[in-house]
Nanobody, 127 residues
């Protein structure tokens, strides 16, 4: 059973920083497609940042230059370092482990039916 668990969310002031963590259940997911999504009530979920098995990253335009996705394989942990936070970054953030081809065949906002989702961690940015 694949399990992923996010942590690190909380409240921050505009311009502040937070780092989200996502620990997986210990299988070698380094060859998988790993993505951070976010969603606010009443809005479509959106892909925020993605890391493929080659180590290549991609970001949505609104966070590029402010957010960094990375992974520590030894700790089975995926990170999302967020800086220069804005109120519009307020959302529930989800870590998603997906099939490898999703990274290469689909745009950032796509998750397959086989994807594993965490429970999410809330980020709230105040102005």
């Amino acid at each position: 059973q694949v399990q992923v668990a996010e942590s690190g969310g909380g409240s921050a002031q505009s311009g502040g920083s937070l780092t989200l963590s996502c620990v997986d259940s210990g299988y070698n997911y380094d060859t998988y497609c790993m993505t951070w999504f976010r969603q606010t009530p009443g809005k479509e979920r959106e892909g925020v940042a993605r890391l493929n098995h080659h180590g290549t990253t991609s970001y949505r335009d609104s966070v590029r230059g402010r957010f960094t996705i990375s992974r520590d394989s030894a700790k089975h942990t995926l990170y999302l370092q967020m800086s220069s936070l804005k109120p519009e970054d307020t959302a529930m953030y989800y870590c998603v482990i997906d099939l490898p081809h999703v990274c290469t065949d689909f745009e950032l906002g796509h998750a397959s039916d086989f994807a594993y989702w965490g429970q999410g961690t809330q980020v709230t940015v105040s102005s």
